[in-house]
């Protein structure tokens, strides 16, 4: 039988936890295209990702699922259109501690959703650092809508990860049954 | 809650208290002193900032209904019994009225929140479990007008090119059944805009047909959006229509991920 694929997609803000989210869930390595970073400015941690993460969840014989992550920095955002054609959702991971990069993660979040009319939640990771926002305030300061889900998440716990996206496989059911409604 | 203010302005911090119906202390260092703005139930209820201290004595001196003298001396004994014995002691004296007290504190109140919201750059924290003393007078203020006020002084052009880089965007009113329309205090431009928000009416259709710039128009919408009375409708592809057996493939899919993902378990 030929293996079907299906894609998702994990954006958000430079260094908001892309690569750690799909390197907790994926079966394999993530593959991570990086490059020493050169600007002081960004100088949080040393590689970031200059095209794309890749991870890989193997479902059955014949079904796998693939976790893109985009790159962070806006100057690789013409990668964002090519990595979200086709997929089935996507999670836009939010630096709870950070509260400089919420702007950012709003204007991603409206690039990505003119992209695709495709389901989406956000993650609020990092929720395990002491100044990290609570999610009534972070829903508040993204100006998310009421159907928007805001979860908490732990990018370096693989339960944490799984529950991400389970509630984002959740929201596609109930969006397709809503349509035929 | 923590930030620094050049990520998160002044008026983005009031807004979220209010929506939020936050109670607590605000808490804000600034190279012209530091800020303590107390809040109940969204509410500004206490507020001090820099030198602008916050006792009775030192509010009813700035606002002249007592001497500098006069204020130093209560100030002394206010220590001992409190700004509420003290306001209590002042009304039965004659010196001033209830009235007064309650005028003096909202003019503090508000010059202090004025003065912050000129703020560009400070690191703030909120503190919930923090409240004025028990001896202080709080005047509860409605934060809405507060913020509409500020947001319409500020000038934010080039954020507002960043927020609304498009005028061909619809608008949509916020859903917040509290906040009465009629008793906000709009300016006339805002109000103007506000009858013209219909889902067929984009801001560029509105600006023309209120004879606005592009600027005038931005600014409008900016505070009326930071008052959190509105928001941007963006126009986003429509979803693709599926056969009914497209539907079902769909949704057997979605059905096997879920199955596979509720069977890991965290290593």
């Known amino acids: ?22 390197g907790s869930i994926s079966e394999i390595d993530v593959v991570s295209t990086e490059r020493k970073i050169s600007s002081e400015a960004e100088k949080v941690k040393d590689q970031t990702t200059v095209a794309m993460d890749f991870g890989r969840i193997t479902v059955d014989d014949d079904l796998i699922l693939y976790l893109f992550g985009t790159p962070g920095q806006r100057r690789f955002d013409f990668m964002w259109e090519i990595l979200a054609e086709g997929m089935l959702g996507f999670v836009v991971i939010v630096d709870s501690s950070r509260p400089e990069t919420f702007r950012e993660a709003k204007s991603i979040l409206e690039t990505f959703r003119a992209y695709a009319p495709t389901p989406y939640v956000v993650a609020a990771n990092k929720q395990d650092v002491p100044d990290a926002w609570a999610l009534d305030d972070l829903r508040i300061a993204l100006r998310l809508e009421d159907g928007v889900k805001l979860l908490p998440c732990i990018a370096k716990e693989k339960e944490s990860v799984k529950n991400v996206l389970l509630e984002l496989l959740y929201g596609i059911l109930e969006e397709m049954d809503s349509d035929e409604k | 809650m923590k930030g620094n203010l050049r990520d998160f302005s002044p008026t983005q911090i009031l807004n979220l208290v209010s929506l939020a119906h936050k109670s607590g202390t605000l808490g804000v260092e600034h190279k012209e002193g530091r800020a303590m703005l107390s809040f109940k139930d969204g509410k500004l209820i206490f507020a001090s900032v820099g030198d602008a201290e916050g006792s009775l004595a030192s509010i009813l001196a700035r606002d002249g209904r007592i001497s500098k003298d006069q204020a130093s001396a209560l100030a002394k004994r206010a220590e001992q019994t409190g700004d509420k014995q003290l306001g209590l002691l002042l ?3 004659g010196y001033v009225t209830q009235q007064d007290i309650v005028v003096s504190i909202k003019k503090h109140a508000l010059s202090a929140v004025n003065t912050f919201a000129t703020w560009k750059e400070g690191p703030f924290a909120f503190d919930t479990a923090r409240m004025p003393s028990a001896d202080r007078i709080t005047v509860p203020l409605d934060l809405e007008n507060i913020i509409v006020q500020i947001a319409r002084v500020q000038k934010r052009d080039e954020e507002l090119e960043d927020e609304i880089p498009s005028l061909d965007i619809f608008l949509k009113f916020i859903e917040r ?25 984009t801001i560029r259709m509105i600006a023309k ?59």
Do not use: C
């Open chain 1, 1 to 22: 039988m030929a293996t079907q694929t299906v894609k998702m997609v994990v954006t958000g803000p430079f260094n908001s936890g892309k690569t750690q989210f799909v």
């Open chain 2, 91 to 93: 009304i039965q004296k």
């Open chain 2, 177 to 201: 059944p509290q906040v009465k329309l009629k008793e906000l205090q709009l300016s006339k431009d805002e109000w103007r805009v506000l009858n013209y928000i219909k889902p067929e009416n």
């Open chain 2, 209 to 267: 047909s209120l004879n606005m710039s592009d600027k005038q128009i931005r600014r409008v919408i900016g505070s009326l959006r930071e008052a959190g009375l509105v928001e941007l409708m963006q126009i986003h592809k429509q979803r693709e229509t599926l056969s009914v057996e497209e539907k079902d493939k769909k949704r057997a899919l979605v059905g096997r991920l879920i199955n596979h993902f509720q069977s890991i378990s965290a290593d």
